[in-house]
């Protein structure tokens, strides 16, 4: 895989340096049978260093996932080669099933066929919460 050279497929661009893999395993794209390359720590005169992710196929994001990992990063679609379509990220009210409940006596701890869903609950300090105990996610 050429990753300079994209036909279709998605660039993660500046995300903040050291949370590329972070990202990656939120986004479980281990489990996707397509190339993909992480580039770490590249000089970006902005941000002074960032990762980006590169996917070679045209496959479906969640959105979320970056949004919370990293509210800055961008996202660009390159559809025949070319930048098709950019989109900016925020972070997001919910978030379902991407975080674990850590209270074990959680209902979600117990009963496994219930959605994890975390509720944005302050935006200047990232906080999540779990919507059925309340319990911080981080
Ligand atoms: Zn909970």
Redesign the pocket.
């Given at each position: 895989m050429n990753i300079d050279s994209i036909q279709n497929g998605i660039v993660i661009d500046h995300i903040t340096a050291g949370r590329g893999m972070e990202l990656y395993d939120l986004l479980h794209l281990d489990s996707l049978d397509v190339s993909i390359a992480i580039i770490k720590n590249v000089s970006s005169g902005k941000m002074g260093k960032k990762d980006i992710i590169k996917i070679d196929a045209d496959i479906p994001v969640d959105l979320d996932v970056i949004g919370y990992v990293d509210p800055n990063a961008t996202i660009n679609i390159i559809r025949d080669g070319v930048l098709a379509e950019k989109k900016s990220l925020s972070l997001p009210e919910r978030l379902v099933n991407v975080l674990k409940?850590?209270?074990p006596?959680?209902?979600?701890?117990c009963e496994q066929e219930l959605d994890?869903i975390f509720k944005l609950t302050d935006k200047e300090h990232k906080q999540y919460?779990?919507?059925?105990?309340?319990?911080k996610a981080n």
């Amino acid at each position: 895989m050429n990753i300079d050279s994209i036909q279709n497929g998605i660039v993660i661009d500046h995300i903040t340096a050291g949370r590329g893999m972070e990202l990656y395993d939120l986004l479980h794209l281990d489990s996707l049978d397509v190339s993909i390359a992480i580039i770490k720590n590249v000089s970006s005169g902005k941000m002074g260093k960032k990762d980006i992710i590169k996917i070679d196929a045209d496959i479906p994001v969640d959105l979320d996932v970056i949004g919370y990992v990293d509210p800055n990063a961008t996202i660009n679609i390159i559809r025949d080669g070319v930048l098709a379509e950019k989109k900016s990220l925020s972070l997001p009210e919910r978030l379902v099933n991407v975080l674990k409940c850590k209270n074990p006596r959680c209902i979600s701890s117990c009963e496994q066929e219930l959605d994890q869903i975390f509720k944005l609950t302050d935006k200047e300090h990232k906080q999540y919460r779990c919507i059925y105990c309340e319990t911080k996610a981080n």
